[in-house]
């Protein structure tokens, strides 16, 4: 059983940047992966990045390469979302999510058990 909780989220504008953050608590498996997802409205809920506590491998979407970071603070127990550039169609509900996932890690939702219920990003034009 997991629980995380995001933060960070609000407005900004195009170019700005914001630091997301996926606390958790309960019961924490070093073999538990971490993903961010974001979904805007009448979209489907879409892959952001992901990394593995374990191992420490991370994996990114391509329209946020060069652009955002994940990262970990295993002592904190909390993932970390830093999104420099931001762009108009970053502007979404992001979400965090942790699976038990063994090697590559995962972009597809049904991958993940639990999930935070999600922080607002707006992204001024």
């Known amino acids: 059983q997991v629980q995380l909780e995001e933060s960070g989220g609000g407005l900004v504008q195009t170019g700005g940047s914001l630091r997301l953050s996926c606390a958790a608590s309960?019961?924490?498996?070093?073999?538990?992966?971490v993903g961010w997802f974001r979904q805007a409205p009448g979209k489907e809920r879409e892959f952001v990045a992901a990394?593995?506590?374990?191992?420490?491998?991370?994996s990114y979407a391509d329209s946020v390469k060069g652009r955002f970071t994940i990262s970990r603070d295993n002592a904190k127990n909390t993932v970390y979302l830093q999104m420099n550039s931001l762009k108009p169609e970053d502007t979404a509900v992001y979400y965090c999510?942790?699976?038990?996932?063994?090697?590559?890690?995962?972009?597809?939702?049904?991958?993940?058990?639990?999930w935070g219920q999600g922080t607002q990003v707006t992204v001024s034009s």
């Open positions: 309960g019961r924490t498996f070093s073999s538990y992966a």
């Open positions: 999510a942790a699976g038990i996932i063994i090697g590559i890690l995962s972009r597809y939702p049904a991958r993940y058990d639990y």
């Open positions: 990394i593995n506590w374990s191992g420490g491998s991370t």
